[in-house]
């Protein structure tokens, strides 16, 4: 399959390095700024390659290749737009968390991909991780009994050179603050695993010491799910002084489990009341990670590729994407009207917070 990426930033090696372990064909690259496209080409050693095209301008890009699969890895608050673009075309997409920012983009997203029959995944890798996959395993099947409550807990750190290096980030127009873009793959993980369907949100976000951004650097938040499951979110880059944990916490009346680590990527607490062999194996599981963006690109990848040659949805679909997206825009809107927030949510987005500090 043919492939490209538009945006050659921090986390586009990520993506190149999953392409690669797939076999897709690399046919092109695009940034606004050729210094990206440099680097990130040398780090994979593929600048000698006279076969990869790059590009400056994504429309010039589309317009002059064919693509079976573009990544989109730019600024958050392009995202949308450009996935637009290429679903329009027929082109599938991978789209880097979150997938949009406000509601209304969200939803056309879906909307326009089950019109043209595109494939839309969105980049929540850490649903790929290993003590990830064994936790879902278990609470599909019934394992945990009723779930009592949950809680995520992303307790990074991102200081002012982090900011300095993009200036969108932080920004309301093209970011979002700690929750949107670092804490973003824990909530859709905690949504996901204590069920879809929320009722109501209530939080709290606050800029406790990132005061040359726009942004919070600290939410919290109390959710309440329609199967009567309870949980919070706390999500922060005020951490002293490097990245602390991002945890998970699940609560059922036969079962208990705690998944660490810097990016929930081991098993701290594995106990069910039904005993099983696995089981032994499960506790202390430690599943080696690079960096906090873990090892789930390549398998997210690879199951783009299945749901393409099947015509079946991707393992982390847009609706996965908008949840994950709604449910931090949920939090925001309780921030902003100082008051609990009702489900689902329409025609909020993160330009709404605009002075909010």
């Not at 204590?194 to 949100?201: A, P």
């Amino acid at each position: 399959m043919k492939y490209g990426i538009i945006g050659c930033g921090r986390i586009a090696t990520n993506h190149i390095k999953a392409a690669l372990d797939n076999k897709l064909e690399l046919v092109a690259v695009c940034d606004i700024c050729s210094d990206n496209i440099e680097i990130l080409l040398k780090k994979h050693e593929l600048k000698e390659r006279s076969d990869i095209k790059e590009y400056s301008d994504y429309k010039k890009m589309i317009k002059e290749n064919k693509f079976d699969i573009i990544s989109i890895a730019t600024e958050s608050g392009l995202h949308a737009e450009i996935a637009l673009y290429c679903i329009d075309r027929d082109i599938n997409v991978i789209i880097e968390k979150p997938i949009a920012l406000n509601m209304s983009d969200a939803d056309e997203i879906i909307r326009l991909a089950e019109y043209k029959n595109v494939k839309v995944a969105a980049c929540h890798q850490n649903r790929f991780n290993i003590a990830i996959q064994k936790t879902r395993d278990a609470l599909e099947k019934g394992r945990f009994g009723k779930l009592s409550h949950g809680s995520v807990n992303v307790r990074w750190n991102r200081d002012q050179g982090y900011y300095e290096q993009a200036p969108w980030r932080g920004t309301w127009a093209q970011d979002g603050g700690a929750l949107m873009n670092q804490c973003i793959h824990g909530i859709d993980l905690l949504r996901w695993m204590l069920g879809d369907d929320i009722l109501e949100v209530y939080g709290v976000t606050k800029q406790q010491f990132h005061h040359y951004v726009e942004a919070e650097d600290v939410g919290m938040a109390i959710v309440k799910f329609k199967n009567g499951a309870i949980a919070t979110v706390e999500g922060t880059t005020n951490v002293f002084p490097n990245n602390l944990e991002e945890t998970l916490y699940l609560f059922g009346n036969n079962g208990t489990v705690k998944v660490a680590g810097k990016s929930t990527n081991n098993i701290e607490v594995w106990e069910f009341e039904d005993e099983r062999l696995e089981d032994k194996n499960n506790q202390g599981l430690e599943e080696f990670i690079s960096n906090v963006y873990g090892n789930g690109h390549t398998s997210l990848f690879a199951d783009m590729i299945e749901a393409i040659e099947h015509n079946r949805e991707p393992y982390v679909n847009a609706k996965a994407g908008r949840n994950a997206l709604e449910l931090v825009l949920a939090i925001y809107k309780s921030q902003r009207e100082k008051k609990p927030v009702r489900l689902p949510l329409t025609d909020f987005g993160t330009l709404d917070m605009v002075n909010e500090f």
